[in-house]
């Protein structure tokens, strides 16, 4: 199967570290988090992966070219300006036409999660796009769903008062499964983001679905969080393993 993996951003929010080297490059354990990504990628049966790239990019491309056979088609799409986290997989639809599905997976999102039960669900529910959701209070996004894991609203940067009557809510983990017919509503050679441009669009359909998160989940997008993964990893909480890469 296909995958897209979002790795172009600038990981400003993780301040002096990724001056000199973009986020997925950056060690927990003494390996990059794009180890870990591509590994569970490998582990559910993606072998095909597209990465796109910005910063740091010739970084990125050396750190993979100098990994062992790793049994991945991995290709490229560089933005010269960042086209977003739905941008960017428009700028490759022609890759993706004609899939049954594919799965798009955020660059700082490491996760021993099943992918294939993920897709499994999206096909079983004829789904056009099916998100890996987690449960946590205050998020950019939160969601709700019917018992049926279908989502009825979706709640963009909500204000404080959303928060004072919902204490926890379902929110998106930056992992999905998406139908090609859905390239259609990505505006082309633009910024464009899922959750703020994309997600809108299809919720009318009644075919936007959830998926609970069952697995370890851990966005990496601040020192704090680095250390977490770091820890989480020595601990055995983490049950993920990683593709073996140089970053320098």
Not at 14 to 26: A, I, V
Not at 229 to 236: F, H, N, Q, T, V
Request: contains cysteine; glycine residues 8%.
């Amino acid at each position: 199967m296909k995958a897209m993996l979002l790795c172009a951003g600038m990981g400003s929010r993780l301040g002096d570290l990724t001056t000199t080297l973009p986020k997925p490059l950056l060690r927990a354990n003494g390996q990059p988090i794009l180890g870990y990504i591509l590994e569970n990628l490998r582990t559910h049966g993606f072998h095909e992966v597209t990465i796109n790239l910005h910063h740091g990019a010739d970084q990125i491309r050396r750190a993979l070219h100098s990994a062992p056979d790793h049994g991945l088609d991995i290709r490229f799409s560089e933005e010269p300006f960042l086209l977003g986290t739905a941008g960017a997989v428009k700028k490759v639809a022609e890759h993706f036409a004609g899939e049954e599905c594919f799965l798009v997976h955020y660059g700082d999102i490491v996760t021993d999660q099943n992918l294939g039960a993920l897709v499994e669900q999206h096909l079983a529910k004829n789904a056009l796009l099916t998100l890996l959701a987690h449960h946590r209070s205050r998020s950019n996004s939160a969601i709700s769903l019917d018992s049926s894991l279908r989502v009825t609203e979706f709640h963009e940067r909500p204000p404080e008062s959303f928060w004072e009557t919902t204490p926890s809510a379902w929110v998106n983990s930056g992992v999905m499964v998406v139908s090609p017919s859905v390239l259609a509503e990505i505006p082309e050679g633009i910024h464009a983001d899922w959750p703020k441009d994309i997600f809108p669009r299809i919720l009318p359909s009644g075919r936007l679905f959830a998926h609970p998160l069952d697995g370890y989940r851990i966005a990496v997008d601040s020192p704090d969080r680095l250390n977490q993964l770091d820890k989480d990893i020595s601990s055995g909480r983490f049950k993920g393993k990683s593709l073996p890469l140089h970053s320098h």
